[in-house]
């Protein structure tokens, strides 16, 4: 799978360094803002896949970013931690009701802090963690990067391990071929919609070589989707 980003939003260079250092630390790709607005435009460039955000920031508050993260449909699903020096019952219920899916009061423990980002990510993006996935009589390792069918190893190449641990986590999703060209290559990769094509077909051909049906569905005009 594609290195997950995260999105780290804290005005305080040593408290982004030490998270920076650990989420780096397990693998993750990790991007900083130092403020509100820096954020706001780094999100809308490049959605990251999950937003650790500081409460009390200069400028736009980070309860305001929440709120705009959660109120617009493209933002809305990327999972928010909110970080807080506030500690207070009645603090964690208003970071709640931002729509804020979690919640870290500070002083935390790094320890801790990636426990709940790993936790988020067992949710929305569970082959990026080591998870265990299983579709029909499909199912597949993240951690050892085995794939079978009906008890049979399936042999893939890494690009069409990285498709079906895609398709995989969001089983019945429709993605386009931008999408998975995001999501599979990666966003600085130029590479033609066309290529998508190629290796769903080669994905479809490693998936029925023993037999079985095609678990890919073309949807026409919109790209591909598993079941
Ligand atoms: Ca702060």
Redesign the pocket.
């Known amino acids: 799978m594609p290195t997950p980003t995260i999105l780290v939003i804290?005005?305080?260079p040593a408290?982004r360094e030490i998270i920076r250092y650990n989420l780096e630390a397990e693998g993750f790709d990790v991007q900083q803002a130092e403020n509100g607005d820096e954020a706001l435009i780094q999100i809308k460039e490049a959605p990251p896949d999950l937003i650790l955000l500081?409460?009390?920031?200069p400028g736009v508050s980070g309860i305001e970013i929440c709120r705009q993260l959660k109120m617009s449909s493209a933002t809305r699903a990327i999972p928010v931690i909110m970080l807080s020096?506030k500690s207070e019952e009645v603090d964690k219920v208003r970071g709640l009701e931002t729509g804020a899916d979690d919640y870290v009061t500070k002083p935390y423990s790094v320890i801790e802090l990636v426990a709940r980002v790993k936790s988020q990510f067992r949710r929305t993006r569970p082959a990026a963690v080591g998870e265990r996935l299983e579709f029909m009589d499909i199912t597949l390792d993240s951690e050892t990067h085995r794939v079978a069918r009906s008890g049979q190893e399936v042999k893939l190449g890494p690009t069409e391990f990285r498709l079906l641990s895609t398709f995989m986590e969001k089983p019945g999703r429709v993605w386009s071929r931008e999408q998975l060209l995001d999501r599979v290559w990666g966003r600085d990769i130029y590479v033609d919609t066309r290529t998508v094509d190629v290796h769903i077909g080669r994905l479809r051909k490693a998936l029925t070589i023993q037999g079985g049906s095609d678990p890919i569905r073309t949807v026409r005009g919109s790209g591909y989707a598993l079941g």
Not at 54 to 57: A, E, G, Q, S, T
């Open positions: 804290e005005d305080e408290q500081d409460w009390m920031l020096a």
